[in-house]
């Protein structure tokens, strides 16, 4: 897409979430720790889960693509979020704009489906375990995550295009700290009208439609938990759903609340500060979750630290 001749503005300039040089210097070096430890926590998994065969299980195979999907959405940003809280310049020119905001809508979009089918994966792990490895094969997996992506990368390039045949002639600034593309369309000379209706809608369905998935498929296997008379099943069964829960709570929850609330201008700060949680704070936060009450993942930490000693 050549955005140059799309467009009369060639950058967009990026407020960030400080002007002050103490402010930022703070603010790099605690989004760098905190970027330093999702990188490592999620390759962390990824590795544990492909080296040890005993978590060669569809649950351990959408975990490791989440894991993978964290890296590549929070590496969509910070890293140039950090360069400019460093240098105190937030100019980034209109391709790059355009191309941070395919990425991150696409990773986002992928991760809400992604999601959606590991409460499915759940769902039939639970309620029709018998079928459960038949059901849920590697061709099966594949299928699913593949099908994730192929939806996600059409979308975002459709709402990318919407976006970019506007024209920009006026003011350039964003009030934050990466092109977030609700206030990137807000810049645009003509009327958005049409396209702000179809942006809508696209969210809707990236964020509602795999929410009433994972909502459905817990409603289930709560139905399920609460029919069982062994307390022992009902517990494995619990553990095994509300790390997945908190997860999905925190992510869909700030996503809903930036994309599909109501436009205004009555708290410009308050985006920035939710785009923070789920940019920077929820993917460290994924791996932590997972693993906390994992019982599999102690097990094979366990045993590799009794390797090494």
Known sequence: MEVENLTSIREFLLLGLSTHHKTRMMLFATILLIYSLTLLGNLAVIMLVRVNSSLHTPMYFFLSHLSFLEICY???????????????????????????????????????????????????????????????????????????????????????????????????????????????????????????????????????????????????????VFRMRSTARWQKAFSTCVSHLAVVTLFYGTLIFMYLKPQTDAAPNRDKQVAVFYIVVTPLLNPIIYTLRNKDIHRVVAKMLQRRL
């Open 74 to 224: 929070t590496s969509s940003t910070v890293p140039q979020m950090l360069a400019h809280l460093l240098s105190g310049n937030g100019a980034i020119s209109s391709t790059c704009c355009a191309i941070q905001m395919y990425t991150t809508m696409t990773f986002g979009g992928i991760e809400c489906f992604l999601l959606a089918v590991m409460a499915y994966d759940r769902y039939l792990a639970i309620c029709h375990p018998l079928i459960y490895a038949i059901t849920m094969d590697k061709g099966r997996q594949w299928r699913l995550t593949t099908a994730s992506w192929a939806v996600c990368f059409l979308i975002a390039a459709v709402n990318i295009s919407l976006t970019f045949q506007h024209s920009f002639c006026g003011p350039n600034h964003i009030n934050h700290f990466f092109c977030e593309l609700p206030l990137v369309v807000k810049l645009a000379c003509d009327d958005t009208h049409v396209t702000e209706v179809i942006l809508f809608w696209t969210s809707v369905l990236v964020l509602l439609g795999p929410l009433s998935v994972v909502l459905a498929s817990y409603a289930l296997i709560l139905f399920m």
